[in-house]
């Protein structure tokens, strides 16, 4: 399916094959990734971005369309709600529904809570489906927590909270054997050990994997357990606005039907936003490897409550992204082809960087060679580089692709593309947002009491870039903590009076800011109607 | 100028640019999705759908979000199909044969017509694991049906009301759980960290100023 011109660049790709076969190319220098970043990263270009000019983190900037939501007034700003009719009364309320929401929930259900999940779609339709490649955790002899510290660190770019790190590394081991006892099929040899591989930046191999459907695998069965447990999870409605207390405590959330529009309050001792991702803003107009409800909606709604974020300035772009064909653009080429055999090579054929930087790395490697250096394959949606996947059966045997990366294989099949025989075209995507609501090491806001955030909607575990197969895991650890903390919280709160007040003090804010977008947030889902959809 | 097809949406005509998927195509015409739409990459299987090609007999099956439109395609979308999921405590159960007869009764009832099978937008062999799971035979009914996404196309296909991906599920947890062999080293691991063997080395590594850490980070040695 490939164009003659590609097919043309194949040949050298193929030419210069055999000579790179277990030559691993040099990793670049602390001071080359730095410049790199500044030139090439979207995260250093001006235009993309926008200073806050209200709430907590005025001031500071964020993504330009994550700055147009927070510069919007409430959806229900002027609508009318009864918050003396309450329809839900919890101890625990999880907004969103994927892995950290369900983790967080199956938690404060095994601590006797009453604890009910909000969905603005279903259970699992969420970035947890879609992780493929793995999830580390620093169980081997030849590797520690405190070695997975350090490569998480670093590759975070010393940025990341200690406190949130600690708890990662130290409850990974921990969040593999819950999996593995809840029933996930982890990728092991006959004896139980797990089969591990490097992701980009891992100082160790100890990324553990259910082939390359790993968090497709994790969330079937996180989901299965909310079912068995019978959980009650209220789906296709989205939390709109949190409510508060008289006394400033997070009292609960108004929900909306997704399909009726129909309004409902819910009241809850402690609440948990995990809400995940903002890859549907398409942030500098990138293509997203995030599901449809990708959209910040937990950020907004924290923020008009008064959460200050962290780090939401900084996201990242998964270097391989589906360049072609165009049905599949922007769709995850998961890292595991990379941590498998699969090197990265530009248009003359050469292998231009080593395929395991990070992820921040590899994405600014790969823009530079498609502009700066002239060196992509030109696609009907823009350029990319080769991901030379034959590789992967040359180093390891006939069939490997079709048993480790099943998913890839199938989905370029699709299309006609044999990556047993052929390389794949790939270009960075937005993939994940490095920052988020500020929490302390319990998992609580440090400003609204009651508040927690679990998973992706969380800034700070990371740092201003995150390691493949450390978001699986924190959507684990972080999950079961907020929903073991808030259990716990729950059975000491007593509720004052709830209200919406927060909604008419952030409207006179933006006022006072001479702000009007023209919109209203949380967003909720992206429309793409009549348009050219991503 | 761009090629375009003629495709149906419940019957109703639009032309469409030929490159869509149909999950896009729908979007192009002006539908905006709630139901039917979920990670548009082919791993939540909220968007199964029904086709079939004008003048032709036969009905097929998709993903919406995976598969490229074609001309004369008349296309229902299957955002939801009531599946029957049965409770367990996975404490409780075990792998032995009858935890399907209990819990999946209904999978002994397959007529074999292998409708599942066509069905399934995975070109998973469906209707093997339900056989595998039929005799009990848990680790290949979990590998057979290892990439199910849930989409359900094969449960609204099947005459004797079987809700495969549930069986699957079911399977793949007393695999995952109980049968793939136990992993030592996880267990050690877990050991150490609750006994507080790793409690000062990562205060350490807490403490360091950056630039130590900086220099440790750049000079770690990176396993082959």
Not at chain 1, 341 to 369: C, K, Q, W, Y
């Amino acid at each position: 399916m490939y164009t003659a011109e590609m097919l043309e660049s194949i040949k050298k790709v193929e030419a210069t094959r055999a000579q790179r076969l277990g030559v691993e190319p040099r990793r670049m220098t602390a001071e080359e990734k730095e410049e790199l970043l500044k030139k090439f990263h979207p995260d250093y270009r001006e235009d993309g971005f926008q200073e806050i000019k209200v709430g907590p983190n005025k001031g500071e900037k964020a993504p330009f369309e994550l700055g147009t939501l927070l510069h919007s007034n409430s959806r229900i700003l002027n609508v009318p709600i009864d918050l003396n009719k309450v329809d839900y009364d919890v101890d625990v309320l999880v907004i969103g529904g994927g892995g950290a929401g369900s983790s967080a929930a199956i938690e404060a259900h095994a601590a006797g809570a009453n604890v009910m999940m909000v969905t603005k779609l279903r259970i699992g339709d969420a970035n947890t489906m879609m992780a493929e490649g793995g999830i580390q955790a620093a169980d081997k002899e030849n590797d520690s927590p405190q070695r997975h510290y350090l490569d998480a660190f670093g590759g975070g770019h010393f940025a990341a909270r200690p406190e949130l790190l600690r708890r990662l590394v130290m409850e990974a081991p921990d969040a593999i054997q819950w999996l593995n006892d809840l029933g996930v099929m982890f990728d092991k040899d006959k004896d139980g050990r797990m089969i591990t591989t490097h992701g980009g930046g891992t100082s160790r191999k100890r990324m553990h994997a259910c082939k390359d459907y790993s968090g497709a695998e994790i969330m079937r069965v996180l989901r299965d357990e909310v079912w068995n447990r019978q959980i009650p999870v209220v789906d296709f409605t989205a939390a709109v606005e949190l409510i508060k207390d008289d006394r400033g405590q997070a009292a609960g959330a108004v929900l909306q039907n997704m399909e009726t529009g129909e309004y409902k309050v819910a009241r809850a001792k402690t609440v948990i936003i995990a809400t995940g991702g903002a890859g549907r803003l398409h942030y500098q107009n990138f293509p997203t490897s995030n599901h449809y409800g990708a959209t910040a909606d937990g950020l907004v709604m924290g923020y008009r409550a008064g959460a200050p974020l962290l780090y939401q300035d900084t996201i990242q772009y998964h270097p391989t992204g589906a360049a072609y064909p165009a049905q599949i653009f922007g769709a995850l080429v998961t890292e595991k082809v990379r941590s498998v055999g699969a090197m990265l090579i530009n248009v003359d054929g050469e292998a231009f960087m080593h395929p395991l930087e990070t992820r921040d790395v590899a994405a600014a490697s790969i823009i530079r060679e498609c502009t700066e250096r002239g060196k992509g394959i030109k696609t009907p949606m823009g350029y990319g580089v080769w991901l030379d996947t034959p590789l992967i059966e040359m180093l390891h045997g006939e069939g490997t692709i079709e048993k480790r990366i099943p998913a890839m294989l199938r989905m370029f099949l699709n299309y006609g593309i044999d990556m047993r025989k052929q390389p794949i075209l790939v270009y960075p995507t937005l993939h994940y947002q490095n920052g988020g609501l500020e929490i302390g090491g319990d998992g609580f806001t440090k400003v609204i009491p009651n508040l927690l955030v679990a998973g992706e909607a969380v800034g700070g575990i990371h740092g201003r870039n995150r390691l493949m197969g450390n978001s699986l895991l924190d959507i684990i650890v972080f999950g079961r903590n907020a929903g073991k903390a808030a259990a716990a919280r729950s059975k000491e709160i007593e509720l004052g009076v709830m209200n919406l007040d927060h909604l008419q003090k952030y409207a006179e804010e933006l006022e006072n800011a001479g702000l009007h977008t023209g919109s209203v947030s949380p967003m909720l889902l992206p429309n793409y109607t009549f348009s050219m959809p991503r | 100028m761009q090629e375009m097809a003629n495709v149906f949406f419940y019957g109703k005509k639009y032309s469409v640019p030929a490159d869509l998927t149909i999950m896009a195509a729908m979007e192009y015409s002006g539908y905006r999705l709630v139901r039917g739409c979920g990670c548009r990459h082919g791993f939540c299987g909220a968007c199964a759908t029904i086709y079939r090609i004008k003048g032709q007999n036969e009905l097929k099956t998709c993903l919406a979000c995976q598969t490229q439109v074609q001309d004369g395609m008349y296309i229902a979308t299957l955002p939801f199909f009531p599946a029957d999921k049965r409770n367990y405590d996975m404490e409780e159960i075990s792998p032995k044969q009858r935890v399907m007869m209990d819990l999946y009764p209904e999978i002994y009832s397959c007529i074999g017509c292998n409708a599942c099978t066509k069905g399934c937008p995975q070109s998973l062999n469906v209707m093997q694991y339900i056989a595998y799971a039929q005799r009990g035979d848990f680790e290949k009914c979990a590998e057979e049906s290892f990439d199910c996404i849930g989409c359900g196309i094969c449960t609204s296909r099947c005459p004797a009301g079987i809700s495969h991906p549930m069986v699957g599920t079911l399977a793949r947890r007393l695999t995952g759980k109980y049968i793939a062999p136990k992993s030592e080293h996880l267990k050690n691991r877990v050991e150490e960290i609750h006994s507080g063997a790793f409690d000062e080395l990562i205060e350490q590594i807490m403490e360091k100023p950056i630039t130590e850490m900086k220099e440790l980070y750049n000079n770690r040695d990176i396993e082959k």
